[in-house]
């Protein structure tokens, strides 16, 4: 193994330049020739290749986003766009593939490694929804963007009788309102891993509200409705003033947490050291705090899962 | 003049408290006995006064809202109320008022002044729409917060040919849209005081395109429409991915900046040195840095006004 | 159980508010009347004990230090002082006492235990020093303040040849400095654990000089030394500008991460459960994202151990 | 006017980048070619040009630091540096020149305009301490880096009866001591422009303590004296324990605030201005909220002042 290659696919997420710079940095530390792939899988087709020195990823470790850019490529879904991708790789005499994203970069990178194409995914995606992993990269700086917004309605909610509602990222997953909603002392968080009906929730304002309680922020998963709609009918239902937040792109981005940043560390040296060996056909994982590769298969093998036993504390919590 | 009373009205404002401590140690070092009128005019009306000491506004210059909270109150638009008000103040032997608020709350400072009774008030509200003052507490603040949600969004965005649309507060005034739609790089920014056909706007982002610009972030202040209207028109018009936020009342809270910390220091610390001199009927404002008095009819008496050529800067500089 | 309390002791930590909130949530939720002792164990033999309601704990979860005070107390380590302790908690008809702090802490709880009263400790210190859990309830706030710092002086040294050396807290243990120069992308971490020579490191500032590099960033755990000294020494040795930081007690303070927050939330409950299902002379833990009760034998039993394949990481990926 | 340059020198200051930004783009705007030279004066010897696109300032608004560099330059305070300067611009066809710093930027600015050679300053520093301008870039960003510290500290001081001694920037003015500590509510502020002995601060600290006060913070610009030295004779004469914070270069760094941003903006864009308008020998200034330009001579013709009213207000609302 002489020359490896490194990429970001899919919606971006805060760490992964701290991720390409470790693959980078372990990369020549260990002797390799680390070269970056622009655009994701479009860039893969395209041959869109440049070598990364030490220096091309000083200053990055902190920066949102990611500096070899994402981008969605449809002709990577082909056969034959895919056949290109592997001349590309071959005829910059790439030894090893990493790619940083979440799963549909991976259903990509397994593809590669059908063809014979040495391959190790790196899990960077908001979400947390990628099974066989503890955590993503990009997952605690997004539910500490979305505390951050709970605690500024917080300031301002103790003065009106209100209901706030914040729509935060999650078409699948409930994660990320699941855990900002804990941490932020959301009243109620609506997630599409639990079927709440409107009732319930009305139900919980209206005792709250008896309780002498005189707001509620609800946490909502865009996977389980749009936060206007859901505060039309809570509105309707209660009479109490119900006003929305829809964060959207925000919580793609900002500076990493130290928490992503040292994930991705592990992760993006993980990978390295995965190829080194001999690995293909891998994901890195962050499993009991420690950081070892998994077969695609593995993470794919079941839907993420995810833990129940906070929602129901955080329901305790916001009483 | 023995004892005076501070009250907070109107949707809050970051920087509201450090205002209520600068009344209060001031008034405290003054001689004075100062007390604290919850829940606006609505407390006012009913009697929920407190003496403040020197220590129940420690700890309280870096916290958003407003530990007076704010409320609407009705009753407070009638004579009745209003008589029951100055009755209450008599009562508890109060010499002066200092109201810390917006227009709303102005309006009805004045009409205490008119029955007599003395008041000061002290612009508190982002929306910095007070005619005679610079600047209003909280609008620093809101934009910082403005800019941070911009920032991150900028983080993801050179990644994919996306328009962002990014709804902030402004029912009637710009301020917010255009202060941080230029501090953000925002390309376009749309505010209710300069007619934007949706015509001009998606040429400009037609034409961006062209010259090779990947995304653009467009800034709508709420009293121009709705980010989901404009971004579903925008998207049909151009065919370009758009994505919404709505930040919502997330721009009423935070902690304050070290501008909107100094700026209510000082007014109002001048509002209890205006009672002390006798005056009443006046709102303090800050002009040319200076801290000043001046007279409610004078902030009523035009609409507040807003630099324009921020807005042609603007255009500049996203060019 | 019917009746239980709650106190902070020894040095603050962003979270323990939010484990204060749990704890008398969790508590109410289950039937029992929760007291906080304020001042730590000075209020334990003091009798200084509140009844705490669900509303005494709102809006306080994202906030720094604790509601409760913390305090030292060397009364409380005389056995006369403990036996005051006990009294005051069957005084006030206890059953059960949660306590939450470091090293210090537990071993006063120990005692309590050793007396016959059942007590449950909660990590709670950014020192993340205490043996058997993986982390403690704070540390990941401070290491995020701790980059934060990072992160600016970076921006600034850019454009001179200089050492920035930053001294972070940790007098025994080096977790602060080894994962926040990891997570800042600093060039040395110097910590307790691992001995490294003056000379090592002015020789690996030289050679990095040598390969081009403008600025090093160096972190210093208190415990190995003072950054002005050390900055005294490199300075004399290189020539290069020495610049120093010394944050000190801003590492304490601060709204806590959504980590700290859910850890916080989540040890707050389980230590309200361990008293209820008859369990004393425990400390609550989290072990691969599990939280459970561990004996205090048993944390006590070794020494933390911090996992130094960080620094080696720290190190390749700073080259 | 078709050619002109932008540089920035002396210490970096957050919203320099912004300010580049708006050189280039307005420069751009109005049909000339915008070269940036990098590493201050030294770039200028060197002829270290190169010409910058739109694109080159994308995305750096918010960005703390400079792209272009700073260093310092002894070459260039000598004749012989001077002259050479001039013939690289010459070389390169230059008309005009726009030198982002400080007094000894301008100094510098100076000297080429005497040379025959327009240019146009504008103040860059965190110090504030430009005389003529009511605020330099990068003052603004700095006072709230200062009181997030500040805020951070007080978070854990209520515990303890300590004394917090915060040292900031600034050798010969006290406005980021002033304005910070004003805004963070410190109990003591020690600057260069007003002379208080150790005896009076410790009379005030014991005086608090007495009243009941449980800490005291206290912050100190560099030019006063060392808060380690300070720290130790307060501790010395009262007793109290001392805690020190040196903030150091992190006050140099970060993200620039919206008030930056925007002054930034205005200033930058209104050197092209001045130059285009056949203007030399200026610096830009804001002044009562509107941005001009002013003779060198005149910024240079007395010394920076500083408003010492707000030291009385902190110290009355500090009591």
Redesign the interface.
Known sequence: MKRIAVLTSG??A?GMNAAI??VV??G??HGLHVFGVY?GYTGLIQGDFKELS??SVG?V??????IL????CDEFRTEEGRQQAVEQLRKHQIDGLITIGGDGTFQGAKKLTELGFPTIGVPGTIDNDINGT?YTIGF?TA?????D?I??????????ERT?IVEVMGRDAGDIAL??G????AESILIPEVNSSLEEIIARLKHGADR?KKHSIIIVAEGVGSA?DIGRQVQKATGFET?????????????P???D??LA??MG?KAVDLLLSGKKDMMVAI???EVLGIDFDEANSQKHHLDLS?HH?AS????
């Open positions: 919606g971006d805060p710079r470790a940095r372990n020549i530390y655009r030490v220096g200053d470790i902190q920066r949102g986003g990611t850019y994402s981008a969605r503890d605690d539910i500490n963007t979305v505390i917004a605690d500024r309605i917080r300031d301002t909610a103790t003065s009106h706030y855990l900002a804990l941490a932020g002392g002498g206007v006003r929305i937040t829809v964060l959207g792109h925000v919580q793609r981005g900002g500076t947490t130290a928490f940043r040292v560390s592990r040296a499993r009991n705090n906070n504390l305790i919590l916001s009483i």
